[in-house]
């Protein structure tokens, strides 16, 4: 079972872009990647996902790594209501691992 | 389109219990997973349902179990409570495993 590792937490300040990577070395040629987050006290919330073309929608960008084995999500400004934790997880969603604790700071 | 329902929000039970949570999926999707949240281990994979026939267990003890009935909605069973059970669980559908999932507002379990 693949698995995703990303950092424990990051920080950003309001309206500046933040970039959360994610390493997925193991990934198979069909696991899409997949990124949620999660609110305080909220159930995870879909955020984007792709397979290997840089993806773009009203939330973030999601950008691939040409072999596979690394993504980014891309927040172009952060607001204090994107402090969430934010995990990258593969197809399956078998795995979540710890994901990244964001922080906004305004 | 209502989103996907997990019954009962807040639940306390005494160790040695047994509990059943209910999960409503939104019309349409077929495809359940459970998902247990613990501060000290993160989000952890209990199982996935498609099509009322279990796709994916997690490595989880034989007291967890689960179901899906023919209109998708879905329930998990634990037996034999522990302290150790006192945890969030969440509930998400979809409508294949290839598309975004949604997420209910899980379940809140308390062992004492």
Known sequence: DAKTTQPNSMESNEEEPVHLPCNHSTISGTDYIHWYRQLPSQGPEYVIHGLTS???NRMASLAIAEDRKSSTLILHRATL????VYYCILTNMLTFGGGTRLMVKP | KAGVTQTPRYL???????VTLSCSP???H?????YQQTPGQGLQFLFEYFS?????KG?????FSGRQFSNSRSEMN????ELGDSALYLCASSPTRLTEAFFGQGTRLTVV
């Open chain 1, 81 to 84: 209501r994107d402090a969430a």
């Open chain 2, 78 to 81: 634990v037996s034999t409570l």
């Open chain 2, 30 to 34: 077929r495809s359940v997973s459970w």
């Open chain 2, 52 to 56: 009322e026939t279990q796709r994916n």
């Open chain 2, 12 to 18: 306390i039970k005494t160790r040695g219990q047994q």
């Open chain 2, 59 to 63: 490595n989880f003890p034989g007291r």
């Open chain 1, 54 to 56: 840089n993806v773009n």
């Open chain 2, 26 to 28: 939104i019309s349409g």
